[in-house]
Antibody, heavy 118, light 112 residues
Framework: QITLKESGPTLVKATQTLTLTCTFS??????????VGWIRQPPGKALEWLAI???????RYSPSLKTRLTITKDTSKNQVVLTMTNMDPVDTGTYYC??????????WGQGTLVTVSS | QSVLTQPPSVSGAPGQRVTISCTGS?????????VNWYQQLPGTAPKLLIY???NRPSGVPDRFSGSKSGTSASLAITGLRAEDEADYYC????????????FGGGTKLTVL
């Protein structure tokens, strides 16, 4: 049974760095073709693809946010960490992590709401 | 503005068939990247509905189906039910974006 759970601060101030942790179980990030991605959703708006890290440490980032994002994995802890620098109120939203097999996200965490205050 | 364009809303009566389009370009759907569809019920995380254009994960009813034509993909829902009322998102990858992923802008399905 695959599960993922996001954790991190619920409130950050503008210009600060956000660090979110995705803790998962039921799969290994050492398995070929497996990855973990991050997706966010501003209140009342659409999903936005942020970043993904694969079993072989290949990393992809949204070009519009690439300079602000870093994704890393700790396979021994079954965790993936996303950092986003220079936070702004427009970054407010629910942040999801999800398991990916090849190209699709088949298991999602419950999401964590992050509010950025000015 | 997403590179994958979806209609903001569609509606249909119970029992009817509705389709949701996802229009891309030669750098994403037209380039052969897979298209996946997600259903998001109010207040919940998205759920994988269709993967690789027309495959359903275990547990997804066969009322849901996907297709592709050129630079567009479509999600069809037959025998519409009240519980289908949700937001639907298409997702793919794009070579012009360094092969990063992209979501469509989402479509709100209303069951009349």
């Amino acid at each position: 049974q695959i599960t993922l759970k996001e954790s991190g601060p619920t409130l950050v101030k503008a210009t600060q760095t956000l660090t979110l942790t995705c803790t998962f179980s039921g799969f290994s990030l050492n398995t070929s073709a497996v990855g973990v991605g991050w997706i966010r959703q501003p209140p009342g708006k659409a999903l936005e693809w942020l970043a993904i890290i694969y079993w072989d440490d290949d990393k992809r980032y949204s070009p519009s946010l690439k300079t602000r994002l870093t994704i890393t994995k700790d396979t021994s802890k079954n965790q993936v960490v996303l950092t986003m620098t220079n936070m702004d109120p427009v970054d407010t939203g629910t942040y999801y992590c999800a398991h990916t097999w090849m190209t699709y996200f088949d298991y999602w965490g419950q999401g964590t709401l992050v509010t950025v205050s000015s | 503005q997403s590179v994958l364009t979806q209609p903001p809303s569609v509606s249909g009566a119970p029992g009817q068939r509705v389709t949701i389009s996802c229009t891309g370009s030669s750098s994403n759907i037209g380039a052969g990247y897979d298209v996946n569809w997600y259903q998001q019920l109010p207040g919940t995380a998205p759920k994988l509905l269709i993967y690789d254009y027309n495959n359903r994960p275990s547990g997804v009813p066969d009322r849901f189906s996907g297709s592709k034509s050129g630079t567009s993909a479509s999600l069809a829902i037959t025998g519409l039910r009240a519980e289908d009322e949700a937001d639907y998102y298409c997702q793919s990858y794009d070579s012009s974006l360094s092969e990063s992923g992209v979501f469509g802008g989402g479509t709100k399905l209303t069951v009349l």
